[in-house]
């Protein structure tokens, strides 16, 4: 038997001769073809993470919300074909609610918002701009890194608490205007009757307030908008992990 120990292995070397290096003849499929390989190129529904403005050691700086890492589509830089092909999908959006703006997918893509109080901000840091983007968004999600936490503290401090949160997703609510659904991150062993307490609270102040809401970024979206259809979202509560199974 030979004995390849400490023996070293050659191949032949590859040469330009022995395949191409780009696959030229794309252009010349049917368009048909191209557009399904593009297609299978999308990355599919994406979370769009929201922050608040970046903190120095005192304070906050007073700015707007920034989008937490997302890649733009590749699509949209491989070729003028790809790219004209991606925006039938992705719009750049939010440009008044966000440092810079976002490209967005409005079928699929999600908002994820860090906590309730970046959720008023994305719209309080705008300057009453309006654009019709606000009231194509279906689904948005926010964190609540306290909602355990404060459902053991005092009766009152819960209470307060749960009536912040309620507040600022009904103002949301009614300046999205057509959400369908809010999704509530929590932590696996938040208490569950905290959970239904918020969603009670919620529910009876939509039902009470939401068509006649007089929030003013509010009432000049519906001056400059017709297409709302003042419709209840639906209130879920998910861990993060849940989330990211269903949304990723």
Known sequence: MTNLAGKRRTFPALSHESGPETFTK????????RREIWKY?????RVIIIAGPPRTSYRRIEGRCFVDGIKTPELLHICQ??????????RLSFGPHLHFPVYFDFSSDVLLLDNE???????????GSITSEVTMVKT???????????GRMHIVNNLLFLMSVSDRLLKATARFGNLRE???LKSPDSLPQFAQLLDGAFKAKMRLSYSEFQDEYTLKRREFLKDEDGSIPKITFMTIVDFWNRFH
């Open 41 to 45: 190129l999308l990355p599919g529904p």
């Open 26 to 33: 794309f252009p010349d499929l049917p368009s048909e073809l």
């Open 117 to 127: 109080k970046v959720l008023s901000m994305f719209f309080e840091r705008s300057n």
């Open 140 to 150: 948005i999600a926010v964190d609540l890194p306290f909602l355990e936490e404060s």
């Open 81 to 90: 074909e790809s790219r004209d092909f991606a925006l039938e999908r992705y």
């Open 182 to 184: 809010i999704v509530l």
